[in-house]
């Protein structure tokens, strides 16, 4: 693994709101040359077919979400899961290169590949590496299904290279309204307004585009869900989905509960008593299945509120990004 000791900075060539804010601390990156093969096969029991295969370009992720999952995965780097997630960045600029030679050998196993699993495939490093953009170009080459869920605007440069492909969907993760639900748990990802100026332009492109209300936060965002949803029909999006809060280790509650409680104070309480009466008296699910459902009536009620506006403005709901469904490619254009 090579230091990079001062890598070209990203946020000079975009503006502020469209990669978002960088983060206070001193951002660290560092190049890793992978040696083996980048795409995961990672199990998901509410995903098609129960397995995602994903590829990671990144490691580690600027946008700070307090409540991101893929925070264990920095742990296995040697480095912590709090701020060592979002200051530490891990970047692996052969990863195109590999993907090309794994997808000679397997292409005609794979259903679908999604754009990441352990981060955001769209940092504000992406600016500069493009690694997932020749990434998605290897994808096109190969005729592989393809999906990408982001919380970035970044994702729009890419539309020439995501309409060369027949199958592939974009997703926007969008949990909150507005800024001010946002900054406790997202501080430094892109605002709210900028992902559905984004969504807009993905979906005018002709690209199939949704929207995913992940994480509810019980007892924190569940009435945003009706306005995200139609904000997100306004934009072109014709897919949703939602899941609950799930913390997966202890350092990530910790981590979570520590930036809770510094953020919002007075709200704090709420959202832990919520998410324990969710968990059993814990804030951690006790099995796999349990891991993005809730189970009281309070939440029964939050998945009926999104099934019925998901409904009402004409959603396919509950389908995640590994699904990706046909996308109108014009007949000039080479087939995905």
Not at 216 to 225: A, K, M, R, T
Not at 272 to 301: A, C
Request: charged content about 25%; overall charge neutral; proline content about 8%.
């Amino acid at each position: 693994m090579r230091h990079v000791r001062n890598p070209p900075n990203p946020y000079n060539k975009f503006s502020a709101e469209y990669v978002g804010e960088p983060p206070p601390t001193k951002l660290e990156v560092f190049e890793e040359t992978a040696t083996k093969n980048v795409i995961t096969k990672a199990f998901a029991s509410d995903w098609e077919g129960g397995w995602r295969y994903t590829v990671n370009c990144y490691r580690g992720c600027v946008h700070g979400c307090t409540y991101c999952f893929a925070r264990q995965y920095h742990e296995y780097l040697g480095y912590g899961a709090g701020t060592d997630f979002e200051t530490k960045i891990v970047v692996k600029p052969n990863t195109p290169q590999l993907l090309r030679e794994e997808l000679k050998k397997t292409r005609d196993k794979m259903p679908h590949l999604d754009f990441s699993f352990a981060t955001d495939p769209y940092l504000p490093l992406e600016a500069e590496y493009q690694l997932t953009r020749k990434c998605l170009e290897v994808c096109a080459e190969f005729g592989v299904p393809t999906a990408v869920i982001t919380k970035s605007p970044l994702v729009t440069r890419d539309i020439d290279v995501l309409k060369k492909q027949s199958k592939v969907s974009v997703f926007f993760s969008l949990p909150f309204l507005t800024k001010e639900m946002s900054n406790p748990f997202e501080p430094y990802t892109p605002v709210p307004e900028a992902r559905f100026r984004a969504m807009k332009m993905i979906a005018d492109a002709g690209i199939p585009v949704g929207i995913g209300v992940a994480p509810v936060i019980p007892g924190y965002n569940e009435s945003d869900i009706p306005g995200l949803l139609e904000r997100a029909k306004e934009a072109g999006a014709t897919r949703a989905f939602m899941s609950m809060l799930h913390l997966d280790t202890d350092s990530i509650e910790d981590y979570f509960v520590e930036k809770l409680y510094e953020r919002i104070p007075t709200k704090a309480a709420k959202v832990i008593n919520t998410l324990k009466r969710e968990r059993g008296g814990t804030l951690r699910h006790s099995s796999y299945r349990e891991r993005m459902t809730g189970e009281t009536e309070q939440w029964e009620v939050t998945m009926k509120l999104f099934d019925f506006h998901a409904k009402r403005l004409g959603f396919r709901q509950h389908e995640k990004p590994g699904e990706p469904e046909i996308a109108p490619v014009p007949i000039q254009q080479t087939l995905f």
